[in-house]
């Protein structure tokens, strides 16, 4: 199956661990991820927060791009891909944005495509019963807690996608890749995002409430679904944190690929854990 | 929390009554029904670093308490993390009016104690108009030399390139004059007072 592919920035920098281990299970699973051709970044945070028109001309351009690949398109981070979301909604809607856009990118946006996050696709597309079928190295005796963060879910009418409060969708790709998915009760805070850069006191102080309720539950590690969310719990805690996986990461261990390519780059180091129980096994 | 007065001993605080009107108008979200049950603020992750919670906001905002709102912390501590949207009760849009609140500040020159926040908001965007994409290194040493914060996070930052999570060098999109022209007709520099 082709999809088009939004990577967002961070897929290429400090969520090269994402970028990687998405391409390698992706292909494993049989999705054909087309780039956007010229993709540029889709404004997040600082587009919307300064600009409403702004924010949303910078996600316009990707949509416009993606149309014309004709394909349904994929994206990997949160942010993204609630922009994404927001702006197909307002470009449909706001007379003026659309037609500077057409004037700029020389195209009309009709919008008849859809647009999914990748933990949709792979759970939803794809299918968690192909995933078991295809699973050769199950997670055994990973214990995880599932962090979806914020804005992959909510708020739904824009994200149209699992629980605002109670989403189940990592929960159960956890399990279907053989882990052990632990209840508790931050699946949906917020880690702070961008503040991470200005005001760090405050997104210390998100993470350390995060990763010591993982620690309280039982998990050895944190499964998550966003960069800003994974580079936050990882870099923000201190010394003795928990790993924090990409569920792409654990999925493309668990379909059998060497992930050292990818697993090498946290800075909370996961092979120790993943060696002691006997997990890493990939070709 | 902290209580709203609307006048200040011996001087009165500007009011203007016309600037909830001004706020719906401009983020497309009704706000006056909100009836103050605080759910937004009891369930904000950031309220605890806040000068005003998410409500009082909204409230001022109500009250034509604009120079107030408009200084706030609160409206660029902001995370858009939807919390509060998700909760309420009367589907008042906060973090879509916090933007708002946050435009109409930048358009005016208004200055809140969270300068390092508006200076980010501003190097990121000309990393943008410069790349089209974002640049983490060129994003950071602007933010430090702006700032005057060169040593936080430096063992942070040697380790992250030590595992290969940075790039020296920024590339540029194919077609940047597109997005010269995106910044030309929506961006800053497009001023409009209140």
């Known amino acids: 199956m082709k999809l088009s592919y939004f990577p967002g920035c961070s897929l290429d920098g400090t969520a090269k661990e994402y970028g990687l281990s998405t391409r390698a299970a992706c292909q494993r699973l049989g999705l054909e991820l087309m780039e956007i051709p010229d993709w540029n ?36 981070c949160a942010a993204c891909f609630a ?11 706001n007379a003026e944005l659309d037609k500077k856009m057409e004037e700029i990118m020389g195209t009309s946006y009709k919008g008849d495509f859809k647009i999914r996050h990748l933990l949709d696709v792979i759970c939803n597309v794809v299918g968690l019963d192909t995933i078991r079928k295809k699973v050769s190295n199950p997670l055994k005796g990973l214990r995880l807690v599932p962090y979806y963060g914020c804005v992959i879910v909510r708020p739904h009418e ?34 702070g995002a961008s503040l991470s850069l200005t005001r760090v006191d405050i997104v210390k102080k998100l993470a350390e409430v995060i990763v010591d309720e993982g620690k ?31 569920f792409t990461e654990l999925l493309g261990l668990a379909l059998g690929i060497d992930g050292k390519t990818w697993l090498d780059r946290h800075i909370t180091d996961p092979l120790p854990l993943l060696s002691s129980l006997n997990l890493m096994k990939g070709e | ?122 190097v990121f965007l000309n990393c943008i108009r410069e790349y089209g994409r974002l640049h983490e290194l060129s994003l950071l040493a602007s933010l430090k030399v702006l700032t005057l914060n060169l040593f936080e996070d430096m063992g942070l930052g040697m380790k992250m390139f030590n595992k290969g999570k940075i790039n020296l060098l920024p590339t540029r999109i194919e077609n940047i004059h597109e997005l010269d022209a995106i910044f030309r007709a929506f961006g800053e520099s497009k001023r409009s007072k209140i």
């Not at chain 2, 390092?116 to 908001?121: A, C, D, R, S």
Request: proline letters at 3%.
């Open chain 1, 41 to 76: 970044c889709c404004g997040a945070s600082s587009g919307h927060s300064t600009s409403y028109l702004l924010g949303h001309a910078l996600a316009a351009r990707n949509l416009i791009l993606a149309e014309k690949q004709g394909l349904d398109l994929v994206v990997s």
């Open chain 1, 83 to 93: 922009r994404f979301k927001r702006t197909d909604i307002v470009l449909k809607k």
């Open chain 1, 158 to 191: 824009v994200t149209q996608f699992d629980n605002e409060e109670q989403p189940q969708a990592m929960d159960n790709l956890v399990e279907a890749i053989g882990a052990e998915c632990l209840s508790w009760s931050d699946k949906t805070e917020c880690c």
């Open chain 1, 216 to 246: 309280e539950a039982g998990a050895q590690a944190i499964i998550t679904a966003c960069p800003l969310c994974q580079a936050n719990l990882d870099m923000r805690y201190g010394e003795d944190g928990l790993p924090v996986f990409y």
């Open chain 2, 1 to 122: 929390m902290k209580v709203i007065t609307i006048t200040k001993t011996g001087e009165a605080e500007a009011v203007d009554p016309g600037f909830a009107e001004l706020v719906q108008q401009k983020s497309g979200k009704e706000l006056r029904q909100c009836y103050h049950c605080l759910k937004c603020s009891a369930g904000c992750p950031i309220s605890f670093a806040m000068d005003w919670t998410p409500n009082q906001i909204i409230r001022m905002v109500q009250l034509g308490l604009k120079e107030r709102v408009l200084s706030s912390s609160t409206i660029w501590l902001c995370a858009s993390c939807e919390t509060c949207f998700t909760r309420c009760p009367n589907e008042v849009d906060l973090p879509a009016i916090m933007d708002t609140l946050k435009e109409i500040a930048i358009r005016n020159g208004i200055k809140s104690q969270q300068a390092v926040i508006q200076i980010f908001h501003r």
